[in-house]
């Protein structure tokens, strides 16, 4: 695996002092060249300063939030925004993801983790990691399952419904293999879960199932991976 000789630019704006310090040195190893700062006012004028190939908000500022910074800093360029914030609330978590930011990060993240998705979203994944869409993805891409089948849509929702059906228990398996701290177990669990997603559109699924195949034994991945799946769990269809 090898990237770029030349590091990316970084705009991090993090307000406390030891996480920043944390964040900036775990993002030299990307490679990347950091620029932070602790507030909106600041990082606005190191937006206008600089190009950057991501920026890196901390969800709570001294003046404003995560929502807020983006705006600014989008009213300036329209570069990919990360999230991160030491809130697991779900509501706040999606709302990061509404505002805009294509993901969200809950503190305290590891090393691997960020760096793998830092690379991911400026390009630099490893062969085989999708970089996500803009914003939340929707639990089913009609469009991908679709063709998939053939377009017949009746066809599509048996099988969706079959999914739902076997996913609890595919779910169940993948948590005891990450219990039981069996990295091998797990990643036969994702390979089924993501051949599954690939076939029926579940697109928010899917890009769970890809993160988590990368660090199986991950608490993070692990929980974007349980929302995931609820979301899906959840999902009705109303056209049936």
């Known amino acids: 695996m090898s990237f770029p000789v030349t590091p990316v630019r970084l705009l991090l704006v993090e307000d406390d002092p030891i996480s920043r310090s944390f964040l900036e040195d775990a993002l030299g190893s990307v490679p990347a060249l950091v620029d932070s700062t602790s507030d909106i006012a600041s990082a606005i004028v190191l937006a206008r300063l600089h190009r950057h190939d991501l920026w890196i908000v901390d969800a709570h500022l001294p003046d404003g939030d995560g929502i807020d910074c983006l705006r600014a800093l989008r009213s300036i360029a329209g570069t990919t925004a990360l999230a991160v914030t030491a809130s697991t609330a779900r509501e706040e978590l ?104 690939g076939f029926v559109g579940a697109a928010r699924l899917g890009r769970a199932v890809d993160a988590l195949a990368q660090s199986p034994l991950d608490a993070q991945l692990g929980q974007l991976f349980e929302f995931a799946a609820q979301d899906a769990l959840a999902w009705k269809d109303d056209q049936s």
């Open 94 to 197: 999606d709302a990061l993801c509404e505002a805009g930011f294509v993901e969200v990060l809950c503190k305290p993240v590891s090393v691997a983790l960020l760096c793998a998705t830092v690379r991911r979203l400026v390009g630099h994944a490893p062969q085989g990691i999708r970089e996500p869409s803009p914003g939340k993805l929707p639990v089913w891409d009609e469009q991908q399952a679709l063709s998939a089948i053939g377009g017949d849509r009746a066809a599509l929702l048996k099988l969706r419904s079959l999914f739902q059906a076997e996913l609890p228990a595919l779910a169940d398996e993948l948590q005891r293999a990450r219990s039981a701290g069996n990295p091998p177990a797990a990643q036969a669990v994702l390979h089924k879960l993501k051949a599954s997603c």
